[in-house]
T-cell receptor, first 113, second 110 residues
Framework: DTEVTQTPKHLVMGMTNKKSLKCEQH?????MYWYKQKAKKPPELMFV???????INESVPSRFSPECPNSSLLNLHLHALQPEDSALYLC????????????FGPGTRLTVL | ELKVEQNPLFLSMQEGKNYTIYCNYS?????LYWYRQDPGKSLESLFV?????AVKQEGRLMASLDTKARLSTLHITAAVHDLSATYFC??????????FGAGTRLTVKP
């Protein structure tokens, strides 16, 4: 299984809602990542989990809260988002940390109203 | 701060022609990545370049890395329509800080 899955594919939420994005991989990878990509822009690294520990936080606002329950799962909890947070959220995994070859999921397209 | 510059940002090619995309970066790095993204889709890893002078080829695409010049190139040989996509380079500055270039939007015309 060489696939990274993400749910949901699309999400529309209000600014007062709480929602979560989910990511799963069964490749035995020990590092997982969250990226944010605005339309026609490059991806921006948000969080890195290496061996289930958060190893970097790119000064992302606290309304985004990552969670890594185990080495196969990665969540991104969303609360009190702003319309400018609307974007494609991509999850990726790699065999080791250090940002080696990453396999990306299909993404969740988030719209904040 | 790590900066990554790609050029050109837009590239329109005729099928069968050759062209090169350039990626310059501002700080020392041992790792450079090339990705492809189709419209509305996720990213696909193309190449990982790990050392000075590294050259990798896959089909009509060839990537190289010159760490002294802080430059990577993605060369397209005899372009075909299926290569139309956005290509990103990305650089890891050995500090878990990974930055992407702005992307090159490639269109290959018949």
């Amino acid at each position: 299984d060489t696939e990274v899955t993400q749910t949901p594919k699309h999400l529309v939420m209000g600014m007062t809602n709480k929602k979560s994005l989910k990511c799963e991989q069964h490749m035995g990878h020990r590092a997982m990542y969250w990226y944010k990509q605005k339309a026609k822009k490059p991806p921006e690294l948000m969080f890195v989990y290496s061996y289930e520990k958060l190893s970097i936080n790119e000064s992302v606002p606290s309304r985004f809260s990552p969670e890594c329950p185990n080495s196969s799962l990665l969540n991104l909890h969303l609360h009190a988002l702003q319309p400018e947070d609307s974007a494609l959220y991509l999850c990726a995994s790699s065999q080791w940390g250090n940002l080696d070859t990453q396999y990306f999921g299909p993404g969740t397209r988030l719209t904040v109203l | 701060e790590l900066k990554v510059e790609q050029n050109p940002l837009f590239l329109s090619m005729q099928e069968g022609k050759n062209y090169t995309i350039y990626c310059n970066y501002s700080t020392t790095s041992d790792r450079l990545y090339w990705y492809r993204q189709d419209p509305g889709k996720s990213l696909e890893s193309l190449f990982v370049l790990l050392s000075n002078g590294a050259v990798k080829q896959e089909g009509r695409l060839m990537a190289s890395l010159d760490t002294k010049a802080r430059l990577s190139t993605l060369h397209i040989t005899a372009a075909v329509h299926d290569l139309s996509a956005t290509y990103f380079c990305a650089v890891d500055n050995n500090n878990n800080d990974m930055r992407f270039g702005a992307g090159t939007r490639l269109t290959v015309k018949p």
